[in-house]
Structure formats: C-alpha cells, structure tokens
Nanobody
Framework: VQLQASGGGFVEAGGSLRLSCTAS????????MGWFRQAPGKEREFVSA????????LYADSVKGRFTISRDIAKNTVDLQMNSLKPEDTAVYYC?????????????????WGQGTQVTVSS
C-alpha cells in the first residue's frame, strides 16, 4: 500500500486547511488510518486516527475541537480538516495505515506511511 498525502500549504493563524491521504489500492479491513506530524527539531507526534470503517476517532489534546478526521471508503481516502490553525501546528504531516482495524495514537501500530505534506501557519 502506498499512501499519498496532499493539501498542505501556507496559511495565516486562524485559517483552515484540508489534508487528504489517498491509498494506492484498497486497504484491507485491518487498516485503521492515522495522521501524525513532525515539526523541525521535534519528534513525530500523533494528531488523529480513525477506524477503517470510520468512527472511533482519536485526537491529540492539542487539536481537539479544531481538527476533524474523516474516511471515505469508496474513494479509499482519509481527510483531516484543520480549522483555527495556530503557528504551533506548523509541521510536516504524515498519513499512515495501521496494522489494526482501529486507529491508534502509537506510531508503532502503523506499517505504511505516506511521504508527508508541509503545513506552515504564520502568526
């Protein structure tokens, strides 16, 4: 499975972006999906995850109420709607497919990773 993330860009604080992740082939019923991010000089951190069938969403505390994850099984995509963006959201965002039907906040649960898309939020 190859994952392609898109939708990153430059936005002012308070603005919105929508990230999309497309899988090269249909993921199996064992693949929950997740988003992680990595800022310069920092470790990769969990952002959000969703079960393969949708539902069972997980969010990092830092993005709760601002970000929304969604899954389109027919299109084999997972999107991350990011609202009220802050400068601290600046990072490279990665999508990933999990070994489990449910998403996870642990990076070790994921065995497929996309190439990342840059999100830059100016103050």
């Amino acid at each position: 499975v190859q994952l392609q993330a898109s939708g990153g860009g430059f936005v002012e604080a308070g603005g919105s972006l929508r990230l999309s992740c497309t899988a090269s082939k249909r993921t199996s019923s064992n693949n929950g999906m997740g988003w992680f991010r990595q800022a310069p000089g920092k470790e990769r951190e969990f952002v959000s995850a969703i079960a393969w069938r949708g539902g069972s969403e997980l969010y990092a505390d830092s993005v709760k109420g601002r970000f929304t994850i969604s899954r389109d099984i027919a299109k084999n995509t997972v999107d991350l709607q990011m609202n009220s963006l802050k400068p601290e959201d600046t990072a490279v965002y990665y999508c990933a497919a999990s070994r489990s039907p449910y998403g996870s906040s642990s990076a070790t649960a994921y065995n497929y990773w996309g190439q990342g898309t840059q999100v830059t939020v100016s103050s």
